[in-house]
């Protein structure tokens, strides 16, 4: 392999370990003990999934560690530049309010088998995902045309059936963390993620069918953005 994708990955093992502590603090700070079990069950589900999903993009795709290296990238859509800090913490706000719920005050706690289900949407939102980025090598973090990176259409994959997949993936891997972690008042920001995730779905599909050719005729073969047969 070439040597910047190697160091990307290195970058990504970086950035991983920082995230897995944010994640921790964020989780164990608000359950206000160490010893909440759903917590350290998807720490460990969620490490295994992540490095599962790294592995198979560094054999399939490894050109995108380096473009999801850049938050942003040049020509990113200014309400983009709003949206994402909003989602980045809905997704993040997940965490303590199930440490919250389920780690420390008993809220509104889901058990049994809506661990289960969340553990299972967890793990397609993660394939899913992973999906999108083995076959797209223009899957960056920002909405922006990629006229630096030969930007073109993209309808294999998961592309052939939707036109965002990685956002229906992504709004299963919401519910999912929220329920694998044991709780419902979870559920609040992960409904906030899903709200802009389709906010987002639809700037980002009027950008690309005004200004990446090819993409309205993609549009018009590929009729839903999510889920076929419903939107």
């Known amino acids: 392999m070439p040597d910047l994708p190697r160091a990307?990955?290195?970058?990504?093992?970086?950035?991983?370990?920082?995230?897995?502590?944010?994640?921790?603090?964020?989780?164990?700070?608000?359950?206000?003990?160490l010893s909440w079990g759903h917590g350290w069950a998807f720490m460990i589900v969620f490490v295994l999934l992540i490095l599962a999903s790294m592995a198979a993009l560094w054999r399939l795709n490894p050109e995108i560690?380096?473009?999801?290296?850049r938050p942003t990238g040049q020509g990113t859509k200014g309400w983009d530049?709003?949206?994402?800090?909003?989602?980045?913490?809905?997704?993040?706000?997940?965490?303590?309010?199930?440490?919250?719920?389920?780690?420390?005050?008993?809220?509104a706690p889901a058990t049994g088998a809506w661990?289960?289900?969340?553990?299972?949407?967890?793990?397609?939102?993660?394939?899913?995902?992973?999906?999108?980025?083995?076959?797209?090598?223009?899957?960056?973090?920002?909405v922006?045309?990629?006229?630096?990176?030969?930007?073109?259409?993209?309808a294999t994959g998961p592309y052939a059936y939707v036109r965002h997949p990685g956002y229906s993936f992504a709004s299963l891997m919401a519910v999912g963390i929220a329920w694998s972690l044991g709780s419902w008042w979870a559920l609040l920001p992960a409904v906030v993620v899903i709200a802009v995730l389709a906010?987002?779905?639809?700037?980002?599909?009027?950008?690309?069918?005004?200004?990446?050719?090819?993409?309205?005729?993609?549009?018009?073969?590929?009729?839903?953005?999510?889920?076929?047969?419903?939107?």
């Not at 560690?65 to 290296?69: E, G, I, L, S």
């Not at 440490?99 to 420390?104: F, N, Q, S």
């Not at 906010?199 to 599909?205: A, I, K, Q």
């Not at 009729?223 to 419903?230: A, D, L, Y």
């Open 115 to 142: 661990v289960i289900l969340g553990y299972l949407l967890l793990v397609i939102g993660f394939a899913g995902t992973a999906w999108a980025q083995a076959v797209n090598r223009h899957f960056e973090p920002s």
């Open 65 to 69: 560690f380096v473009a999801r290296a």
């Open 199 to 231: 906010l987002r779905t639809n700037l980002e599909d009027a950008t690309l069918q005004r200004e990446l050719p090819g993409y309205a005729e993609f549009a018009r073969n590929t009729r839903f953005k999510w889920i076929p047969g419903v939107w």
């Open 81 to 107: 530049r709003v949206l994402m800090p909003i989602l980045l913490i809905a997704f993040a706000a997940i965490l303590p309010v199930a440490g919250l719920d389920d780690g420390r005050f008993h809220w």
């Open 144 to 154: 922006r045309i990629q006229s630096d990176r030969d930007h073109h259409v993209v």
């Open 8 to 33: 990307e990955l290195n970058r990504a093992f970086i950035s991983l370990i920082v995230t897995l502590v944010l994640m921790a603090a964020l989780l164990f700070g608000a359950a206000g003990s």
